[in-house]
């Protein structure tokens, strides 16, 4: 008898909602969900059904006003901010629709920076930010400037520098939002890939229709709830 699947993050009743002046818009209302450890799952859902503020939670950006959010055993809502920034350094990569590169440094910059905030030398910061890039495609471009690349070059560096801490836990908001057909799909394969040979668990926030193709769990959020997990 084989054992149960390990589930390394989860959500009960989780409730969160943001306040501006004039109104309060909830989000997620008393949301579960459950994501098992070295799965690939593609959060689904109308834009504003609550998808981005689900990834922030579980990468610890954000705290739920209600509920729990545990990963590996730990609470996430109960970390100090200390706890939760180191969290994210050491157990999380994020990579997002718009890069967030700084495109007047060089992609080893770009992969090292978060690195250095850990505790380790600079040489071992710069060796493992070279293997990233290598992982990615990009081992021969090290020193050219982010603004030199094209998207599909872009996104590939943003996911050498969420993989460059071999972390644990993967979140990809639209990691294909902004690019062609084709490069969407380099880069949905690339992240497969990692997923596969490293063991890390992936979510990715997506519209993109060619995520079905690759028949990973589908995870619908509307109106704030997670409402069902269907295979695609």
Do not use: W
């Amino acid at each position: 008898m084989s054992d149960s699947p390990k589930i390394l993050l989860s959500g009960h009743n989780v409730s969160k909602a943001y306040h501006t002046r004039s109104r309060t818009v909830r989000v997620l209302e008393n949301a579960d969900f459950s994501f098992e450890s070295g799965s690939f799952t593609a959060v689904v859902g109308r834009s504003g059904a609550g998808k981005t503020t689900l990834l922030n939670l579980c990468g610890g950006i954000d705290r739920p006003d209600a509920g729990e959010t545990i990963f590996n055993g730990r609470h996430l809502e109960a970390m100090s901010d200390a706890e939760l920034a180191a969290f994210r350094n050491e157990r999380v990569g994020f990579i997002f629709q718009n890069f967030f590169l700084r495109e007047g440094r060089t992609t080893l910059d770009n992969v090292m920076a978060p690195l250095l905030i850990g505790q380790r030398t600079v040489g071992e910061c710069r060796k493992r930010a070279q293997q990233a890039l290598s992982e990615v495609g990009l081992g021969d471009m090290i020193h050219s400037h982010a603004g030199q690349l094209s998207g599909g070059q872009k996104q590939r560096v943003a996911i050498a520098r969420a993989i460059a801490n071999t972390p644990s836990l993967i979140l990809a908001d639209e990691p294909t939002g902004s690019l062609d057909t084709e490069t969407s799909r380099e880069i949905l394969d690339l992240l497969f890939r990692y997923n596969r040979d490293f063991g890390a668990t992936i979510i990715v926030v997506t519209h993109d229709p060619l995520v079905e193709g690759y028949g990973v769990p589908l995870l619908t959020v509307q109106d704030g709830k997670v409402v069902s997990l269907a295979r695609a």
